[in-house]
């Protein structure tokens, strides 16, 4: 991911078709009364105070990585951070539950595995293949082993993985297929996939503290490379609808295979393994913000805050500032963002500030709404949401897409976007 980047139950319709890959999945904000994350107790400034946490903690370990990476600057596997929404689903059988981070901008699907050689703690049982019916290895010898990262010889010619991520961390294991089971919310509809995976034996992380809640189990991959969970469901296209932060048990939905629901102007996905797009303008309702470059930038559902180069960054913060009228420029007292006001989300809407958009190449357009561009940090203060990117590589994260049907035409090779109430998708 960039990691990537959620908790789900799977809920299926009464139309779904597991066996072809179509079917749906909800996604739980790690911050919602229904994520093994939530605390009552925290008042949402202190929520939103964490999201600026998180985002600079990934990027302190993403400037820690060693200079001039051998990577395409669109392809890179990140580091593992803590995204804001989770998948749950089980795996084997007898089934053991998995909880991940589910990330657009990673490959492999990979989950902590007996024998543990090096592992972070993990509250829940740590899945062991050796006592499920359905598991089996991979050797050497199949093809699959060469489409796996870092792929090597194993005892008894088993075919191993090694994922490293540019802060330095690393996953290894061994590539394995088992059964995956996705449940609706009523326990009704229960279908199974089997799926190949990183059955991870050993992970280190250069930012142990990530992973040491022990709630998180791995990561879900939904890239485009050819162990991603939605190249091998064969899935023609997705798409995801990413509510905000919730007040009450709601979730955001995915939707997998022939038809889900997508709509407005697509623009193309750029050449590499992730979901690059080319930006072509930036503008604050009509008004297109002057001095902004065409160039690349990569939608990840696994980072939370949107990191802009600076030939982006620079001219969006200095239009709004020539925007907001009335309101006190405060300083950040913990130093999180680049502008900040006296002012409430709501105070700026009353005003007539407006949508943020991101125009790309082919008419696609992103809505960065108020409550997404500005978050509340303190009692009457709103700070930008938008950071300035301390690597070579723009990414927009899911706070950005939150009330935006995303849609991934993956034969067209497309993205598909469109300003929608996630509440009704």
Known sequence: MIVFVLIS???????????NGSFSFTLIHRDSPLSPFHNPNLTRYELNQAKFDRAIAYELALSAMPSSPKLDPLTPELTPHQGEYLVRFSVGNPPVPVLAILDTGSSLTWFQCQPCHRCYPQQSPIYDPSKSEASISYQCTDSLCDSTPEHACGVRQKCTYSLSYLDGSISEGELMRDT????????????????????????????????????????????????????????????????????????????????PRMWGNSTAILKG???????????????????????????????????????????????????????????????????????????????????????FVGGARLEVNVESLFLEVKERLVCISLRRSPFVLSLIGNIAQQNNVIGFDLVNEQIYMAPFDCMMY
């Not at 139950?9 to 066996?19: C, E, G, K, Y």
């Not at 690059?276 to 160039?295: F, H, K, Y």
């Open 9 to 19: 139950l799977i809920i299926f319709t009464p139309t779904t078709n597991a066996a």
């Open 180 to 259: 995956f089971t996705f449940e609706g919310l009523d326990g009704a509809n229960v279908s199974a996939l089997p799926l190949v995976f990183g059955c991870s034996h050993t992970n280190i992380f250069s930012k142990p503290d990530v992973w040491v809640d022990g709630i998180r189990s791995g990561l879900v991959g939904m890239d485009r490379t050819p162990l991603s969970m939605v190249s091998q469901l064969g899935v023609p296209a997705f798409a995801y609808c990413l509510l905000g932060q919730p007040q009450q048990s709601s979730t955001s939905h995915v939707q997998l295979g022939t038809s």
């Open 273 to 359: 393994t992730t979901y690059g797009v080319m930006l072509e303008q930036i503008s604050l309702g009509t008004q297109r913000i002057e001095g902004v470059p065409s160039g690349p930038v990569e939608l990840d559902s696994g980072t939370t805050l949107t990191h802009l180069e600076p030939g982006y960054f620079i001219p969006v913060l200095d239009a709004v500032k020539g925007l907001v009228k009335g309101f006190e420029v405060v300083s950040d007292p913990r130093k999180s963002s680049e502008l900040c006001y006296a002012a409430t989300t709501k105070e700026l809407i009353e005003s007539g500030f407006p949508v943020l958009v991101l125009g």
